[in-house]
């Protein structure tokens, strides 16, 4: 009988060791994030499985994870030795990586060989400080093979290549202590790290059901100023976007649109173009929540002297507001996907939001909730703590917390703020380059953590600021990297369904047949078609298969 061939990963934890919740706490949240689909074995509850060359990766998940059982070990040097790959966090395994008798803590990881395929997407001597500079970390282990990143002086991601054309590669971690939530944390920009070491091990072919790289835009604070510094047009940075490619969404100033700016907006979203809310009535009337200036004439940056959720019948009057306002401006479709001005919406407004048609939330704010940094638990980085900082970069993709989280009519909540680089959002002005480089940062942060993209911006105190030609260059700019990196452009609608999908169904394995072929089984619903990334060798440039719509346990060939 022919030995089967996964084209997923055993991952080895004991559960009751203490180090355990390393895996539970910091690991697991990206094997969720990834899509990877992993077999999972308890050293402290089982014995040694057979064959582990099956397997094309070994996963050591943390340290201490090998203790308890006997001949383990062996167990995974003689798959190792079959051609199986091996990824070690912290835990020590002969002939690799040994326990350290010095620590050495740090608070700096750097990029050691930005050549080798694992690092491809830095720079040599690119660097990182933890933002919670208190928590410097210490690695575990004493490595001998290629320094490909360090933590401080000493390695921290080591490789070992094949012996000989049979052997699997080996890669250590000396630490996972890093990647916690309280040092440095998801999308801090060394995320891509510990994916792509983790496929670059792997016997291939090797399978991830992530997110393909899709890009949005999103601008809030829309009122169709654009003539005010020379634009042809009220929209005119909203046609550059169509125009090169973008599906902009925009939080739309319902009372600041004139007739002519509507004439402009009504084709572009009825062609789906671009998408659009009603975010308030302007830039102090808010729709959704009670929320006055202290000092009107500072505009933006006032603090509030009243802030608090409207009571009911406020709620249904502004609901009737919005009614007649696109009752008296038909033609333009409400987007599926909903952001309040500042994020703060009274929970009296649940209600009409199904009844407008919206299924996706932009927002971590809980109801009721006054804005200042407040957010809520939710997959898959905090799902038992919150950003530890208001400048975290933050990734949420989870049901929103109205209260019905298992009723059909819940909504569905993603974020992407990558909030250490320019603020809570890209923040574009008049110095084309500058605007350029924080728009690229901000979009390969989460492609290559491989969260949704989202180009952020408004175009209250951003964009209505940009002259017309420097505009068009910004963007011109930020497109050029798009197209390099083969990202694909999409409506905030169509990605919000597509996370959906991902949520509400998993791929759980898969088998290499012997005739090329991936047979791969999938569980839940999705109502839509999603994809596989297949990865063939150690470029780490995937072959994208389809997934047809499913319900249930199903298995597809691809």
Request: aromatic share 12%; proline share 7%; glycine share 8%.
């Amino acid at each position: 009988m022919a030995t089967l061939r996964f084209v997923h990963p055993l991952i080895i934890v004991s559960s009751r060791h203490p180090e355990y919740c390393l895996f539970t706490e910091t690991f697991a949240p990206y094997l969720e994030l990834w899509g990877m689909a992993y077999d999972i074995h308890d050293c402290a509850t089982e014995g040694i499985p057979a064959n582990l060359s099956q397997w094309p990766l070994v996963v050591l998940s943390h340290p201490g994870c090998l203790e308890g059982s006997s001949g383990m070990a062996e167990a995974v040097c003689q798959a190792v030795g079959s051609g199986t790959g091996l990824v070690t966090f912290g835990e020590a395994i002969s002939p690799w990586a040994s326990r350290r008798s010095e620590l050495r803590a740090s608070g700096l990881i750097s990029v050691r060989n930005a050549d080798h395929p694992i690092a491809k997407l830095h720079q040599s001597g690119e660097r990182r400080l933890f933002f919670n500079l208190s928590k410097a970390v210490s690695p575990l282990l004493a490595v001998e093979g290629e320094n490909v990143a360090a933590l401080g002086q000493e390695p921290l991601l080591s490789l070992n290549p094949s012996e000989d054309a049979i052997s699997g590669k080996v890669v250590v971690w000396t630490t996972l202590a890093w990647a916690r939530q309280d040092v440095l944390g998801p999308l801090y920009g060394m995320d891509d790290l510990l994916w792509r070491s983790l496929v670059w091990t792997a016997r291939k072919p090797f399978v991830l059901r992530c997110l393909p790289p899709f890009v949005t835009m999103r601008v809030d604070d829309v009122s169709g100023f654009g003539k005010r510094l020379g634009g042809e047009s009220g929209l005119y940075w909203m046609r550059d976007c169509v125009e090169l490619g973008w599906k902009p969404f925009s939080g739309l100033f319902l009372d600041d649109l004139t007739p002519e700016i509507v004439e402009e907006l009504r084709p572009i979203l009825a062609a789906g173009q671009a998408t659009a809310c009603p975010h308030a009535f302007s830039y102090w009337d808010f729709i959704y929540f009670l929320h006055k200036p202290r000092k009107p004439e500072l505009g933006y940056w006032s603090e509030a002297a009243v802030c608090e959720p409207l009571p009911d019948e406020a709620v249904a009057e502004n609901a009737r507001k919005v009614e007649a306002w696109y009752e008296a401006n038909p033609g333009l479709p409400m987007s599926k996907v909903f952001v309040p001005h500042y994020y703060e919406l009274s929970a009296g407004f649940l209600p009409y939001l199904r009844k407008w048609g919206f299924r996706y939330v932009l927002s971590m704010n809980p109801p009721d909730r006054p804005y200042g940094g407040t957010m809520t638990y939710g997959a898959p980085f905090h799902t038992k703590r919150l950003p530890f900082a208001t400048n975290t970069p933050v990734y949420y993709a989870d049901w929103y917390p109205s209260g019905e989280s298992g009723d059909e009519s819940r909504f569905f909540a993603s974020v992407t703020e990558i909030r250490d680089d320019q603020g809570y959002e890209w923040a574009p002005n008049e110095n084309v380059d500058d605007t350029i480089n924080h728009g690229v940062n901000q979009l390969s942060r989460a492609l290559d953590s491989l969260v949704l993209a989202q180009l952020f911006t408004h175009e209250s105190g951003y964009i209505q600021y940009i002259s017309p030609e420097r505009w068009r260059a910004i963007m011109d700019g930020v497109t050029a990297y798009v197209r390099e990196r083969g990202a694909i452009p999409v409506t905030l609608d169509d990605a919000m369904a597509y996370l959906v999908d991902l949520k509400l169904s998993r791929w759980t394995g898969g088998v290499l047949e012997s005739d090329g072929r991936l047979t791969l089984r999938f569980d839940g619903v999705s109502e839509g078609a999603t994809k596989v990334a297949v990865f063939a060798d150690d470029a780490l440039d995937p072959v994208w298969k389809t997934v047809m719509p499913f319900v249930g346990v199903v298995e597809q060939t691809v």
